[in-house]
């Protein structure tokens, strides 16, 4: 089995290292693609206006100055020869990717790209306690996913269908379980706007995030972590909301 591997946080992010030996444990045939530089809420964004620069690391290993769908694509269109990957792997993602994070997500967007070039694809995503980043708990995921993605690749994933596998911030053993969920939706604005002022008085703006905890509804993403399980939520490509098509076609006929 050929596995690509690549992330949003860059090719010297320690969760790459995570999802390498996550994915030497599964082959021996393993390509790394990663960006050069820190991509988190790059989401599914291309690079247009400027061109890609590419950088053997190593053997199988190469560092591209773009996002993580520059990535996908680069690797399997021109850096790997001969057949293409039969798993993208993204991951693992420094911090959590739940709910409106999805969007949002470099590494999510990774998988999103690997499933419209036609591969199984799969994002990963460690949660840990926001400010205690030293304490992130890496070994979790990796001990946990090289069992989960064996059941879930053989299991065979859909045409269009990605899978967004995010780990809780808890011991390997005292994860309660894996379960099967769907998107779910932050209950709190969580976005704010902070104003600083640069060395000349003028003022600059970072944007930030409140940590607050929602009260996320059963069987979502956000749930299972709070609950201590591993979630999985497969996500497909057609973001058209069926139930609305019938709505807004009435608006039209009248
Ligand atoms: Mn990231």
């Known amino acids: 089995m050929r596995i690509l591997i690549t992330n949003d946080d860059g090719i010297h992010a320690p969760g790459l290292k995570t999802l390498e030996n996550i994915a030497r444990s599964l082959s021996d045939d393993v390509w790394v693609v990663a960006p050069e530089t820190d991509q988190s809420g790059a989401a599914h964004s291309l690079s247009l206006n400027d061109p890609l620069r590419k950088r053997r690391v190593a053997p199988q290993r190469y560092a591209v100055k773009g996002t993580p769908t520059d990535c996908v694509i680069m690797a399997v269109r021109h850096i790997i020869p001969g057949p293409p990957p039969d798993l993208v792997l ?13 969007t949002y997500s470099g590494t999510v967007a990774g998988a999103i ?109 956000l749930w299972a972590l709070y609950e201590g399980l591993v979630s999985v939520t497969p996500l497909g490509t057609d973001l058209t909301h069926k139930e609305s098509c019938e709505r807004f076609a009435r608006v039209l006929e009248v």
Do not use: C
């Open 90 to 102: 993204s991951g693992v993602n420094r911090g959590s990717n739940l709910a409106d994070d999805v």
């Open 113 to 221: 790209e690997g499933t419209l070039l036609g591969i199984a694809s799969m994002a990963l995503s460690q949660n840990y306690t926001f400010g205690e980043e030293a304490k992130l708990r890496w070994h979790t995921a990796e001990s946990l996913a090289p069992d989960l993605i064996r059941r879930l690749f053989e299991a065979g994933l859909p045409p269009n269908v990605m899978l967004n596998i995010n780990f809780p911030d808890l011991e390997p053993g005292e994860v309660k379980g894996t379960v099967i969920t769907r998107q779910g939706k932050r209950d709190q604005g969580l976005m704010t706007i902070r104003e600083h002022k640069d060395g000349r008085s003028i003022p600059y703006y970072w944007i930030g995030f409140e940590r607050k905890l929602s009260k996320p509804a059963e069987g979502t993403d």
